[in-house]
């Protein structure tokens, strides 16, 4: 039963992790079309009236406000907060979610497989290890299980970080590039978005399972297409 257990709950943090992972490589982050030179598209576009105008000579488009060029992708995208290698695309707008999502299933994966590992550890340390692991030699099970432990850490501590920081730029509406240029968002505009409005916009729709998973309802596009953050 305790091994149906452990299989049920990592391939389940394997399926999370790389459907979001998934989601964040393929979702557009909030690429601003090329070619947008009529004002009445900022109608969409921005939050706060009277804003100052940019104009990206890049793309030769209207830039939104808190919209920055990626040198990588060669395109502007909505509310930018880095370009991750990791999913090869820009960490933006439309694909935070899935990218936090990413980063804390990683998190949780990696830090199951490290109990895991030690339970299974100390189990053949209690009983002789030719029947725990007949075809590993003692020695050859610690140096890889040393190495897999090792490594969990890394990887559970660098995505905690990530996560950490993904959940504070959606609280405080602040981008990476905001806080590296010290730019404000929504906190110093006309409209103070609350945390429980900034995590609406970012999960879509009220509180519930579907915070946690992958997805993103079709209802909540379309109304948030009509008024982009």
């Given at each position: 039963a305790g091994t149906a257990f452990n299989y049920l709950i990592f391939?389940?943090?394997?399926?999370?992790?790389?459907?979001?992972?998934?989601?964040?490589?393929?979702t557009d982050p909030g690429i601003v079309p090329r070619g947008i030179n009529e004002f009445s598209a900022m109608r969409e576009w921005e939050e706060v009236e009277?804003?100052?105008i940019k104009h990206c000579h890049r793309c030769n488009s209207i830039k939104p406000m808190r919209a920055h060029h990626c040198s990588i992708c060669k395109?502007?995208?909505?509310?930018?907060?880095?370009?991750?290698?990791?999913?090869?695309?820009?960490?933006?707008?439309?694909?935070?979610?899935?990218?936090?999502?990413?980063?804390?299933?990683?998190?949780?994966?990696?830090?199951?497989?490290?109990?895991?590992?030690?339970?299974?550890f100390i189990q053949c340390e209690q009983q002789?290890?030719?029947?725990?692991?007949?075809?590993v030699?003692?020695?050859?099970?610690?140096?890889?299980?040393?190495?897999?432990?090792?490594?969990?850490?890394?990887?559970?501590?660098f995505c905690l970080i990530m996560f950490c920081t993904m959940v504070h730029s959606i609280v405080t509406?602040?981008?990476?590039?905001?806080?590296?240029?010290?730019?404000?968002?929504s906190r110093s505009a006309q409209i103070r978005n609350t945390t429980y409005s900034n995590f609406r916009r970012v999960c879509g729709g009220p509180i519930s399972i579907f915070w946690l998973l992958p997805v993103t309802s079709d209802r909540f596009?379309?109304?948030?297409?009509?008024?982009?953050?």
């Open positions: 391939n389940a943090f394997v399926f999370l992790s790389v459907s979001s992972h998934i989601r964040a490589m393929l009277n804003s100052v395109r502007c995208i909505r509310k930018m907060d880095h370009h991750c290698p990791w999913v090869n695309n820009c960490v933006g707008e439309d694909n935070i979610k899935y990218f936090s999502l990413f980063t804390l299933y990683i998190c949780l994966l990696s830090t199951y497989t490290m109990v895991i590992i030690a339970h299974n002789d290890w030719k029947v725990c692991h007949p075809v030699s003692e020695v050859s099970h610690f140096l890889l299980s040393f190495f897999l432990f090792f490594m969990c850490i890394l990887f559970s501590l509406d602040e981008t990476g590039i905001d806080r590296l240029k010290g730019e404000k968002g596009n379309r109304r948030r297409r009509t008024h982009i953050l």
